[in-house]
């Protein structure tokens, strides 16, 4: 008992260390979790949770039966396909290629580069590219008329919605999301490489058979994780890059329970919505473990 006293005791610093994020997790994260009972209720904010009438699964049979449901999922489904396949291996990418810098001045300073966009809001970033590419004021468009050119309609068009949405994710997110890869390439152990070059390896040779291999168990979390998120692509830069004109690509689940819950007050209806999409997440993070276990990879528990 006394060993554990000591040891407590010893722990204290890291403990104070890890309260605050515990404790935001507590408040933020597993609180709020009571709040899904009102997707199973005809909440009225008058009445609380205590005394709203029960309705069971109704709320979920509007969300199947509703016309814009199919969609929301398209829209949604489309745009989580392009972050899984074209924006996921984009930091992996850097990464390797960063690795294979020797200069550790000019890679440091890539480095630098590549993630400080991350640390600008989505409200910058569409504001920067409504001042580059509006049709009636932009730069683009000021520069194509300076050359007898025509207006270039890339905002109000929905065919450049999705390609929009990609590469402003890219600019923003590739070097942040690069660094736990970068981490993960830190560990290897230099006498590979070596031992490699001795055998006549290319530095092409290098990254595919040693560093490569060394990024695979990080790629599978991190890719499991992603999964958790596919019904979740980020509310608020879908919603400021969004118009009139673009809504039959752009509206996703985020856009329409902002819309529905908060605009319309229909606060059981839209936690439905949330809660449906949070199963989704599960279910696809679950199964994605167990393959990865399955093939013997390490998975995310």
Known sequence: ??????????????????????LFFLIFRYLPMFGIAIAFQNYDPFDGFLHSDWVG???????????????????????SCLNLFLFFPAPIILALLLNEVRVKAYR????????????????VVVSMTVIMFS????????????WGWERFDLLMNPDYFRTLYLLQNIWKETGWSAIIFLAALASVDPTLF??????????????LHISLPALKSVIFIMFILRLGQVLDIGFEHVLLMQNPLNMDVSDIFDTYVYRTGILSAQFSFTTAVGL???????VLVIAANTLAKRFGEEGVY
């Open 57 to 79: 699964l109704e709320h979920f049979r509007r969300l199947f039966s509703e016309q814009d449901f199919w969609i929301l999922m398209r829209n949604t489904l489309a745009m």
């Open 1 to 22: 008992m006394t060993t554990t006293k000591k040891l407590l005791r010893r722990g204290i610093p890291l403990y104070a260390m890890i309260a605050p994020g515990v």
């Open 194 to 207: 070596e031992a490699a070059v001795v055998d006549g390896a290319s530095r092409w040779k290098q990254m």
């Open 108 to 123: 440091k300073s890539v480095q630098t580069i590549t993630y400080l966009p991350h640390f600008l809001s989505w409200v």
């Open 135 to 146: 049709t009636q004021d932009g730069a683009l468009n000021k520069l194509l008329i300076s």
């Open 276 to 282: 449906f999409k949070s199963v989704v997440g599960l």
